[in-house]
């Protein structure tokens, strides 16, 4: 399991998650394309098989990014509070995984190449991560330490993160002790109920860290 690169590096891998929402997407493969930069998405069986992703997920692939999985049906594998405590059998994970690498199939994405896995809600435990190598995959996670993962938080919610906010904190990482190996993890859509999505803002974020030097890497560039 991994959560980091090479700190040595002045390198970073943008990781994006989605299931039900994906009104991020044409904007943020539109930043990607004219930054000349590569991202990282871990999508769900259900966005895979949604028909109205399907031009989304195609032009992401061709574009050279890496399409991973995110879990079928957006399961939460272990208890929030006990984390040793399961929430699935390892029969149910693994036909989880299975099926979401099904539907990357379906639409195109090779599943052999998708060697990377990011659970569903990045909640994990050490059976998790067993089952996941056993499986022939490696689990990712993002990197702690900014609020870029608070991108799908809503006003209404008490745990809400401005997008100026969760800015802030990863300028604030980037000064106090550098984002060299960071997957920073942000959401392709949020739904109704936040006005200021992170991703409107991909293209200042991609300039300002292009700027400190920073490559910017897919998830597999970053680790292998």
């Known amino acids: 399991m991994k959560t980091r690169g090479d700190t040595s590096r002045k390198a970073i891998a943008i990781v994006f998650t989605g ?3 994906a009104e991020g997407g044409k904007k943020i493969a539109s930043v990607l394309k004219k930054r000349g930069v590569k991202a990282s998405f871990f999508l769900t069986g259900d966005f895979y098989r949604n028909p109205k992703h399907r031009q989304l997920i195609k032009r992401l692939a061709a574009e050279g990014n890496y ?4 879990g079928d049906k957006h399961l939460l594998y272990n208890d929030w509070t006990k984390r040793d405590s399961l ?18 199939k379906a639409v195109g994405v090779d599943p052999i190449k998708a060697i990377y896995f990011l659970p569903s809600y990045e909640w994990f435990n050490d059976s998790i991560v067993r089952w996941t190598n056993q499986l022939g995959r490696h689990l990712v996670n993002y990197t702690p330490g900014t609020l870029s993962h608070a991108d799908y938080t809503r006003v209404q919610d008490k745990n809400y993160r401005s997008t100026a906010t969760i800015l802030e904190s990863i300028r604030k990482k980037e000064a106090d002790s550098g984002l060299n190996g960071f997957l920073l993890l942000m959401h392709i859509g949020t739904g109704p109920g936040r006005p200021d999505p992170l991703w409107d803002r991909l293209d200042e974020l ?10 910017l890497k897919t998830v597999p560039e970053l680790l292998d």
Do not use: C, P, S
Request: aromatic share 12%; no cysteine; net charge negative.
């Open 87 to 104: 929430l699935v059998t390892k029969a149910e994970f693994m036909a989880d995984l299975r099926n979401n690498e099904a539907a990357m």
């Open 19 to 21: 299931h039900e929402f």
């Open 206 to 215: 991609i300039a300002w860290l292009q700027d400190r030097g920073y490559k």
């Open 67 to 70: 399409m991973g999985a995110h």
